[in-house]
């Protein structure tokens, strides 16, 4: 059985087009360009990618596999695999799946590689996960993944919760911890290396990011993941009471018309 899920975890409803339209072309196409290209591509090649969301990495992957490989792109929501399905153009190579990384339905040693974009740090028991990836894996099969640095590296994720608690101080969202709290690249080395990989690298890559203008990007900040739901529930202010006063503080500190913010991700690869 899954694990329990975080309300942290649920990317449902209308979250899927904020997060795809305003924060892909920020925060995740530069990382699923480079993190496709460390993928296996040669003929024959069977692909898992786990918690694909709205297709960002699975179109990269798409566009460096031969015709003979197969990718199966999976998520734990339901309503981002329908949001990737309508983005993705049809290929015979694809297979959309619903699973949980701690859970996969798949056979042992059925995958020569296995991809996760920015998705270990919301699984509840992420060595089960690095578990269950090595068992997927055939021998000498390829994990690849990322992960967000800390806030002191993505001064965006530090403006958002800081002005979210500003926004809630009796009851402050507690998301932007979750994406930026899994940045120890000792702690994933030691994670990755007990599931029984070897070969491990835990590599920084920088990123230097824009956005057409702090609005725009407030707005994904705030209902392209579970933040809307939050706020919602608290009622104190309305969604764009909150992404004014998010607008305002990200224009303070990274500019505006475009708004320019440097990313820090740690890339972890490793040999089954």
């Known amino acids: 059985m899954s694990q329990t899920r975080s309300s942290h975890t649920v990317f449902s409803g209308s979250i899927p087009e904020p997060y795809h339209r305003r924060l892909g072309p920020f925060l995740f196409q530069s990382y699923a360009r480079d993190l496709a290209s460390r993928v296996p591509a040669h003929e024959g090649a069977r692909v898992l990618e786990t918690a694909c969301g709205t297709g960002i990495v699975t179109r990269a ?16 929501n339901q309503a981002m695999i329908d949001f990737a399905r309508s983005e993705v153009p049809d290929d015979p190579r694809l297979e959309w799946r619903t699973a949980d990384a701690q859970q996969l339905p798949f056979d042992d040693h059925t995958f020569d590689a296995v991809v996760m974009q920015f998705g270990i740090m919301f699984v509840p028991d992420k060595p089960l996960a690095m578990r269950e990836a090595k068992r997927v894996l055939k021998p000498g099969g390829k994990l690849v993944y990322n992960t967000w640095d800390s806030f002191a590296r ?42 029984g990989f070897r070969d491990v690298t835990v590599e920084g890559v920088a990123v230097e990011s824009t956005a057409e203008s702090a609005e725009y990007l407030a707005v994904g900040l705030v209902r392209g993941n579970p933040i809307s739901i939050a706020d919602s529930e608290r009622g104190k202010l309305t969604l764009e009471e909150v992404e004014q006063r998010l607008a305002e503080a990200l224009r303070a500190e990274l500019g505006d018309r475009p708004l320019h913010c440097g990313l820090h991700a740690w890339v972890v690869t490793a040999t089954a």
Do not use: C
Not at 64 to 72: D, E, I, K, M, N
Not at 157 to 179: C, K, N, Q, S, W
């Open 61 to 76: 992957l798409l566009g460096r596999l031969p015709a003979s490989a197969r990718l199966t792109a999976t998520d734990l």
């Open 154 to 195: 993505n001064a965006f994720a530090r403006i958002t919760h800081e002005a979210l608690g500003r926004a809630f101080p009796a009851d402050p969202p507690t998301f932007y911890l979750v994406p930026f709290g899994d940045h120890d690249p000792g702690e994933h080395r030691a994670r990755v290396e007990a599931a």
